[in-house]
């Protein structure tokens, strides 16, 4: 296996007594690509998200997340790649200075570490004056890119965000795709699952999944010569229209 590949799959497949909800999937992720998974919902996306997580075991198959293996290696895996859902990510009744500083901690940083990046992802975020603000009093577009910084906190090789941008406004989704490509300038792997098509067009490469398959993979521009298409979201419409399954 290559080492300057981020993530390697082969033929990963899940099953869930006779349903497959992941079928055979092959694909490649480089270091610092931002890698857009795309699909319906019931395509598969997040129980393959899930099994790159070391969350969930595969059926069958390979795979390789920052260099471990997802069968034998998935404590490894957590601990080098961060992670950030839409569902959950913060701790609402904690102010932000603490969920920096617990997230540092879960990851074994060292207090020296923590207080130094605490001190620099405030200035960094504009957050100096609510370091004692409960999380939940945040509004909406500051909790997701707290959580996105958070995420990647502990420096990991591989960032997951699963519909990180949710329910944000358009110019609070631009400001965060801005810190994704920082991060992904600074060597980090963005591998991102969004529902928002235009953001399709910010990635290096875009996967689409439809009944469990990788229908097309490409950067977006091949996507959208290949499907004879004017934006991803004509693209997706065009593949999405395939799916026989509608959610799972």
Not at 133 to 157: D, M, N, R, T, Y
Request: aromatic residues 10%; proline residues 2%.
């Amino acid at each position: 296996m290559q080492h300057n590949k981020a993530i390697t799959v082969e033929n990963l497949t899940k099953r869930f007594g006779n349903f497959t909800a992941v079928d055979a999937i092959s694909f490649e992720v480089d270091k610092g690509e931002i890698f857009g998974f795309l699909g319906a919902n019931g395509a598969g996306k997040t129980t393959a998200m899930r099994m790159l997580c070391g969350l969930s075991l595969p059926t069958a198959g390979k795979a390789t997340v920052a260099g471990f293996d997802v069968f034998k290696q998935n404590e490894e895996i957590k601990r080098n790649i961060g992670y950030m859902s839409q569902k959950f990510s913060l701790y609402e009744d904690l102010t932000v200075k603490e969920n920096i500083r617990f997230y540092g901690g879960i990851y074994g940083k060292s207090n020296a570490f923590i207080k130094e990046k605490t001190g620099y992802l405030l200035q960094h975020l504009h957050l100096e004056k609510e370091a004692n603000v409960l999380v939940k009093e945040l509004p909406l577009g500051w909790k997701q890119k707290l959580a996105f910084s958070v995420a990647i906190f502990h420096e990991p090789e591989i960032v997951f965000l699963d519909e990180p941008t949710g329910g944000v406004d358009p110019v609070t989704r631009r400001e965060f795709w801005n810190m994704i490509y920082e991060a992904a300038s600074n060597g980090i792997t963005v591998f991102v699952t969004t529902h928002y098509m235009d953001e399709a067009e910010y990635c290096n490469r875009v996967s689409i999944m439809v009944d469990g398959k990788i229908e097309a993979l490409d950067t977006p521009t091949g996507l959208k010569q290949t499907y004879h298409a004017s934006s991803m979201d004509d693209v997706f419409v065009q593949l999405a229209r395939k799916a026989v399954r509608s959610d799972g």
